[in-house]
Nanobody, 128 residues
Framework: QLQLVESGGGWVQPGGSLRLSCALTGFTRDNYAIGWFRQAPGQERKGLSSISSRDGATYYTDSVTGRFTISRDNAKNTVYLQMNNLNPEDTGVYYC?????????????????????WGQGTQVTVSA
């Protein structure tokens, strides 16, 4: 059974860094995309970044470009989100999700409905 488990969240001061991990188990697909999403209190879940197993292509939303980096370690079956220069607007629950659909090709990578499997989420709080 496919499962995703996030870790690495916590509290950090503005300007600080965190690295989130998304451990994948039970994967049997050849091509898939892993996306990172954030849900702030009272807001919809927002796509931040995605990486495709097909060609390693990465995608970022404008607000995190230059600050966040998505990467994968195939040997560990883990996808990471390195987050630098964090600000209070980055506060929220961070989820990783897997898609075997169009996000594999970069289409709709930021749309939650394109992802079939989700992790449980990890809280990130950025405050002074």
């Amino acid at each position: 059974q496919l499962q995703l488990v996030e870790s690495g969240g916590g509290w950090v001061q503005p300007g600080g860094s965190l690295r989130l991990s998304c451990a994948l188990t039970g994967f049997t697909r050849d091509n898939y995309a892993i996306g990172w999403f954030r849900q702030a209190p009272g807001q919809e879940r927002k796509g931040l970044s995605s990486i495709s197993s097909r060609d390693g292509a990465t995608y970022y939303t404008d607000s995190v470009t230059g600050r966040f980096t998505i990467s994968r370690d195939n040997a560990k079956n883990t996808v990471y989100l390195q987050m630098n220069n964090l600000n209070p607007e980055d506060t929220g629950v961070y989820y990783c999700a897997a898609s075997s659909g169009t996000p594999v090709y970069g289409l709709g990578w930021g749309e939650p409905l394109e992802y079939e499997t989700w992790g449980q989420g990890t809280q990130v709080t950025v405050s002074a």
